[in-house]
């Protein structure tokens, strides 16, 4: 099975900036959507943005216009740049693949460890 693996959180203060990646170990980009979650204690994982054939992309509302997915096919990894930063984006970060059917992107993989990330002041 394919593994992901997620990088790139920290402690930012609100209105910065990370840049997230998620390395995967083959390149499957011509096969699945790749997409970010996210997940606080005690709730369900959110779906924030996904990635596909012709890097045609789509997004949460809650992160469209501050968050950016994007991917290098040549290192199978994809990137999530953050920027406009709130407190309540802090949440850890997962990366996955799968299908998209009637707008929603089933995953594939098992979810990897997740990036930590905390927007505070």
């Known amino acids: 099975q394919v593994q992901v693996a997620e990088s790139g959180g920290g402690v930012v203060q609100p209105g910065g900036s990370l840049r997230l990646s998620c390395a995967a170990s083959?390149?499957?980009?011509?096969?699945?959507?790749m997409g970010w979650y996210r997940q606080t204690p005690g709730n369900q994982r959110e779906f924030l943005a996904r990635?596909?054939?012709?890097?045609?992309?789509s997004y949460a509302r809650s992160v469209k216009g501050r968050f950016t997915i994007s991917r290098d096919s040549a290192n199978n990894t994809v990137y999530l740049q953050m920027n406009s930063l709130k407190p309540e984006d802090t949440a850890v970060y997962y990366c996955n693949y799968g299908t998209v059917a009637a707008g929603i992107l089933s995953t594939r993989g098992a979810w990897g460890q997740g990036t930590q990330v905390i927007v505070s002041a």
């Open positions: 990635i596909g054939g012709g890097d045609i992309t």
């Open positions: 083959e390149n499957i980009f011509n096969y699945y959507y």
